[in-house]
């Protein structure tokens, strides 16, 4: 099974930026895409953007313009490059993917935004 490690996480002042990285190992047979997700404290797990196989990347409405996914050219790493920081972007950040009908996570970094 394909295993993810997250880093990159820090605290950043409102305005500020951050790179987040996504370590992937294990096996990636049958993985169409990742995703980077996000979960702030008594909120649910919500998608921030995903990159698929092909390179199309899609975002979540409150980070586009803001947020970029790519990856190396390998599929080693996926990175989210997070510009303009607010606040309210606050949570643990995590890579995500389905593979073979199970969901996988890694176990996230920690983004705090300062006002």
């Known amino acids: 099974q394909v295993q993810f490690v997250e880093s990159g996480g820090g605290l950043v002042q409102a305005g500020g930026s951050l790179r987040l990285s996504c370590t992937i190992s294990?096996?990636?047979?049958?993985?169409?895409?990742i995703g980077w997700y996000r979960q702030a404290p008594g909120n649910s797990r919500e998608l921030v953007a995903g990159?698929?196989?092909?390179?199309?990347?899609d975002y979540a409405d409150f980070v586009k313009g803001r947020f970029t996914i790519y990856r190396d050219n390998a599929w080693n790493t996926v990175y989210l490059q997070m510009n303009s920081l607010k606040p309210e972007d606050t949570a643990v950040y995590y890579c995500?993917?389905?593979?073979?009908?199970?969901?996988?996570w890694g176990l996230g970094t920690q983004v705090t935004v300062s006002s």
């Open positions: 995500g993917t389905s593979q073979y009908g199970s969901h996988y």
């Open positions: 294990g096996n990636t047979a049958g993985i169409n895409g």
């Open positions: 990159i698929i196989t092909s390179g199309h990347t």
